[in-house]
């Protein structure tokens, strides 16, 4: 059964940094769209960055855009998400998705792929002003 676990999340002061982790197993394809999302209590989920495993395509909002840094690491099956230069903004609940895929195009956000994939739980993330 596929599952994706992430960790990383805290609590941190404006101008700092994290590194949040989602460990994938029990996947069968070979390349995935992964990406992550973050959502508020009340908020829609938005989307943050994502990537294609099979040539590390990568995409950002432009919220996040400079500042934070996806990447996927194949031996491990681990995707990462370096977050600096935090924003109170930047507060949320953020949640690791994938979904096999044969095409980099197939990782548009506006294609919602992620709307038919796995997802993780959920790690926090608090940024103080």
């Known amino acids: 059964q596929a599952q994706l676990v992430e960790s990383g999340g805290g609590s941190v002061q404006a101008g700092g940094s994290l590194r949040l982790s989602c460990v994938a197993s029990?996947?069968?394809?070979?390349?995935?769209?992964m990406g992550w999302f973050r959502q508020n209590a009340g908020k829609e989920r938005e989307w943050v960055a994502v990537?294609?495993?099979?040539?590390?395509?990568?995409l950002y909002a432009d919220s996040v855009k400079g500042r934070f840094s996806i990447s996927h690491d194949k031996a491990e099956n681990t995707l990462y998400l370096q977050m600096n230069s935090l924003k109170p903004e930047d507060t949320a609940m953020y949640y690791c998705?994938?979904?096999?895929?044969?095409?980099?195009?197939?990782?548009?956000?506006?294609?919602?792929?992620?709307?038919?994939?796995?997802w993780g739980q959920g790690t926090q993330v608090t940024v103080s002003s």
């Open positions: 998705a994938a979904r096999g895929s044969g095409s980099a195009a197939d990782c548009s956000p506006g294609n919602r792929w992620y709307d038919r994939g796995t």
């Open positions: 990537i294609y495993t099979g040539g590390a395509s990568t």
């Open positions: 029990g996947f069968t394809y070979r390349r995935y769209c």
